[in-house]
């Protein structure tokens, strides 16, 4: 516990420009919204002509092709799968049902999921659209089909703790790399969840410098940008004064110092020989603080966890 509350504000104090600023903006083309949607569902973008991809896509989720143009019907799916307006998405409804039965939602295709939770509730996998699919499970688990999910606006600055999923090691990282996180505990806003533990974020690396002579530590800076909520929603996010606050606290509580935390030592000569810098090496499973950089409404699963 204590390793990982010293590599949390380890984190905090030499992971630098950390604020996120990247929108997560809807794809605008055909290619890349049929991308996203597959990769969502099956893992990874398919092949083959685009109107066989969106074809597969339509039976799968619907059992029925739409008329239209393919844009037109891209859109239609996109909606469908992410889009939360009038009701829950199927994302939405899926995490809520994992959550539900494991307390725990995973970053696997939607494909993976269903299949899974199938065989851990019936012992086997069925037939049928991931629409069909998606409701019996929910009567198996909830014992109805309307979930209990409500609309809950989430503050800005809202803590979510988060872990590493990619090790971030300033000897093997370079600008652009992505560096991709789960959330490490649930988070509830008035007795709704609304981000749950093992949903996925992404980030990305925005600037590396190598560790030096004179005992100049090495730096990584990452835009902790978007962190997936209950809903399927990814939320903008960033390590803001809020997040080191908490990861201060924790380190404080854990009985450090912030002398003690700073585990890359003094800049100077030690023995007549130069002092070469300290490199940055967080391990998968690191944990820190992230917040939410604006107020958003999202659909939450009601619960009585506080």
Not at 162 to 184: C, G, H, M, Q, W
Not at 253 to 265: R, T
């Amino acid at each position: 516990m204590f390793k990982k509350l010293c590599s949390a504000l380890v984190c905090a104090m030499f992971l630098l420009g950390l604020t996120g600023f990247a929108s997560a903006a809807e794809p605008e083309t055909v290619q890349a919204k049929l991308a996203a949607i597959e990769k969502d569902t099956y893992g990874q973008e398919q092949t083959g002509a685009l109107i066989d991809r969106i074809n597969k896509l339509e039976k799968d989720y619907d059992g029925t092709h739409r008329q239209g143009s393919m844009m037109a019907r891209v859109d239609a799916v996109y909606q469908e799968v992410y889009t939360n307006s009038g009701k829950p998405s199927v994302l939405a409804e899926l995490n809520a049902i994992e959550w539900n039965i494991d307390h725990e939602v995973s970053m696997r295709s939607v494909d993976q999921r269903v299949a899974d939770m199938e065989m851990k509730l019936n012992g086997d996998t069925s037939e049928g659209t991931y629409q069909q699919r998606i409701r019996n499970l929910s009567q198996f688990s909830f014992g109805t089909t309307t979930l209990p999910m409500n609309r809950v606006t989430v503050p800005k600055d809202t803590l979510i703790k988060v872990a590493l999923v990619t090790p971030v090691n300033s000897k093997n990282l370079k600008k652009n790399d992505e560096i991709r996180y789960k959330v490490a505990q649930d988070v509830v806003v008035n007795g709704n969840l609304v981000f749950a533990k093992g949903a996925p974020g992404d980030g990305i690396v925005t600037n590396v410098k190598q560790a030096r002579n004179f005992g100049r530590n090495a730096e990584v800076s990452i835009d902790f940008r978007r962190t997936k909520s209950m809903d399927g929603t990814y939320v903008d996010t960033f390590i803001g004064d809020e997040a080191k606050k908490e990861m201060k606290q924790l380190a404080i509580a854990g009985g450090a110092s912030l002398a003690g935390i700073a585990i890359f030592g003094p800049v100077g000569i030690v023995g007549g020989a130069f002092i070469h810098g300290k490199d940055v090496d967080l391990k998968e499973g690191t944990e820190m603080y992230i917040q939410t950089k604006a107020d958003t409404v999202l659909w939450g699963v009601q619960t009585t966890l506080q």
